[in-house]
């Protein structure tokens, strides 16, 4: 039996969802954007799904942007701010998903535009007092800062930043993707600019997902071409990828607390076995708190021979798991969230691992059984 334990990379699709959009797939070809009656059918499905995926946000469905995913929504948000709104500086930080970082840094290369880190505290979180002195000067500013880290579980307190960036005229934009349809967001009373989303994160499709864009703010397009997405993302739209996040985003959200109940639950039960079976066990970022992303559990295992083959060790176990974000997988430097925030340790091993509804405690013990077997 093989255990899955890597759904901060990404999640199975859910039965319903291939359910919903197979029939998509199937009929609903129109175009959406032409004005005969098969098109505007399709049109039709694209708006109640934006309509259904607004209302669960509280938000206007006006307000919600399709993408391919939370790398494009992180990019046009930032992009965006820079080209379109006069933004002259990023504030943000080391321990951001690449797409965050890396595009800062192209807009600091391409456009001049001041590039400031905000420091973190010993535990991961964002130092709101840097935070708040970086805002109390320098030009128009946008705020990138993660809901909850994809890696180490830090969940940072997005109406205390949002409300620091309203106050000092910023914008604020935030990486929720580890987030999103694992806790409940009320856009109309949380201080947010911009929220991307991927669907792949909480058993939708891969290749779909959306920005939220507070109402009132305009951007530019950043994928040129027809005026799709209200002109903001040029291309046909993906119409069963869109019907298919809506889908698992009403899936998520009518079972968020029993799936929230189910996965703290073997999250608990994977530190108690990790406790037992090792008396210097670690857990990066403190991702065994309850107050951390619950998907998340990051643990630094104590110095082994075997440290350096655990992840190739343990996919040999049968058990799927992390030594980071999937996005920089191919690197050889290790994670750079771990450096950034001072949890790496060249001597321990490392690994993350996620889980998801679908999850069970015999897998839990499987890959606990898995564990002591390598590090044996």
Known sequence: MNVYFDNAATTAVAPEVTDAMIPVLRESYGNPSSSHSVGRKTRVIIEQSRRSI?????????????????TEADNLALR????DLG???IITS??????VIKTAQSLQRSHGIQLDLVRHLEDG???????EIL????????????HANNEVAVLQDLHRIGSLCRAAGALFHSDTVQTMCHYRFDLEELPVDFIACSAHKFHGPKGIGFLYIRKGIQLGGQIEGGSQERSVRGGTESTHNIVGLASAFEIAHHELDSHENHIRSLKKRMVRGLKDLFLDVRFNGHSDNDDRLYTVLNVSFPPHPKSGMALFLLDLEGVACSGGSACSSGATLGSHVLRSLKFHDPERASLRFSFSRYNSEDEVDLALGAIERVFS
Request: glycine fraction near 8%; hydrophobic fraction near 35%.
């Open 54 to 70: 607004a209302k669960l946000l509280n938000c206007h469905q006006s307000c919600i942007y399709f993408t391919s995913g939370g």
């Open 80 to 83: 965006g701010a820079v080209r």
């Open 87 to 89: 933004c002259e500086r």
């Open 94 to 99: 080391e321990a951001e998903h690449s797409a």
């Open 125 to 131: 979180m964002v130092d709101v007092n840097h935070l």
């Open 135 to 146: 805002l109390s000067k320098g030009p128009k500013t946008i705020v990138s800062l993660m």
